[in-house]
């Protein structure tokens, strides 16, 4: 485990927050002191984010918590997950379920994502665009745009919160080459196999994000025996950024009723 990096605070309950691509578990800062009263948080960095080590061989996310959480010897944890963190919470369940008490996620469904959605569609291709030319400005720029969602601008949301993203992105970003290779393994049959999944799912959504994001998740609560979405008004893909208060009450109000 030495080339993962984590955080481990508190005690208690084990809940494991994950974070979204090209991020790190510093997006968790509002919610790791709070959460740490009650609960024993669990924050680590993805591997090729943030203090973790890039990759080297071919990988899976979800293998990658599952060794942490074995390594850790936590028993079965709560998992919550913003984007990408959210879809390595849903691969644990299905690949690594004795390890999964309870999932959260935010912005997405499973690792099988899709997007229809004119906006995201025109914001992937100019972030891909920007990352194969290796423009790492412009990269973090496009990549930071989704914070705003379709109905905004990134001026319209507070300047802490994006410059901290930010922050993050270029952190990730500026560890990786536009030509490397990419070790990632896909999770298979990720849709097919949701409905297996019997552990309580929550969805806390931003209210104004994409349509593709937000119908993802709404498609996964759907999907699972125990699934249910709330949302946080005015808030983006990462509502637990740009209104901590809500988000954390709504995520305290779950992790109470569990």
């Known amino acids: 485990m030495n080339d993962l990096f984590w ?14 691509g090209f991020l790190d578990h510093h997006m968790w800062d509002d919610q790791i002191p709070v959460l740490a009263r009650h609960h024993r948080v669990i924050a680590p960095d993805a591997r090729g984010h943030g203090r973790s080590a890039n990759a080297t061989a071919p990988f899976r996310h979800t293998d990658d918590l ?59 291709a100019d972030w891909q665009a920007a990352m194969a030319a290796g423009d790492l400005d412009a990269s973090v720029e496009t990549f930071t745009r989704f914070a705003s969602g379709p109905h905004r601008s990134l001026d319209d949301l507070d300047p802490a919160v994006v410059g901290r993203l930010r922050e993050m992105t270029r952190r990730t970003m500026a560890k990786h080459t536009a030509g490397e290779p990419n070790w990632m393994t896909p999770v298979p049959d990720t849709w097919e196999r949701a409905a ?37 008004e005015g808030t983006s893909h990462y509502p637990n950024m740009e209104r901590p208060d809500a988000y954390n009450r709504i995520l305290e109000d779950f992790l109470n009723a569990l």
Do not use: C
Request: overall charge negative.
């Open 196 to 232: 297996k999944i019997d552990v309580p799912v929550l969805a806390i959504n931003g209210a104004i994000d994409s349509p593709d994001h937000n119908g993802m998740a709404e498609r996964l609560v759907r999907t699972v025996a125990h699934g249910r979405v709330t949302s946080v």
């Open 7 to 20: 955080l481990d605070t508190g005690t208690g309950r084990p809940l494991v927050l994950l974070h979204g």
């Open 66 to 124: 599952a060794a942490l959480l074995r390594h850790l010897g936590t028993g079965p944890a709560i998992l919550v997950g913003v984007s990408m963190g959210a879809a390595t919470a849903v691969d644990t369940a299905l690949e690594h379920p004795d390890l999964v008490a309870a999932i959260v996620v935010t912005g997405a469904g499973t690792s099988e994502p899709y997007f229809t959605d004119p906006w995201t569609t025109r914001n992937w």
